[in-house]
């Protein structure tokens, strides 16, 4: 029998990418700072995809690979993984635990 396959509805974003994906974005943007050594990191995965499934398209949930993409995690001063910012019209605006997130994310989509 086939395994069925799900297309995650995170968004990844590098170095390169920041700019246009998150700062410039016109929907706030959750961006998860994560690495693959990290199993909080992995844990915290599930809730972000089932809360990108959640907000569709009035919001953007990112994930960046901070082992790889040094530059956006010295900027934002992310010092432990994981790290989970949330951007609205290019500037931080906070940051939460699941359930303080998806009321913040509600708040800041326009709900």
């Not at 390169?16 to 199993?39: G, H, K, M, Y």
Request: with cysteine; charged share 25%.
């Amino acid at each position: 029998m086939p395994q069925e396959t799900s297309v995650s509805p995170l968004t990844t974003v590098t170095d390169n990418t920041f700019a246009e994906l998150v700062l410039a974005s016109d929907r706030p943007v959750v961006v998860d700072f994560w690495a693959e050594w990290c199993p909080p990191c992995k844990m915290i995965e599930k809730s972000l995809v089932e809360l990108a499934r959640e907000f569709g398209d009035r919001m953007v949930i990112a994930k960046l690979n901070s082992d790889d993409n040094p530059q956006a995690t010295r900027r934002y001063g992310v010092m432990s993984l994981p790290t989970l910012l949330v951007f609205r019209r290019g500037e931080v605006v906070g940051s939460r635990p699941k359930l303080h997130l998806r009321q913040s994310l509600t708040m800041h989509a326009g709900l």
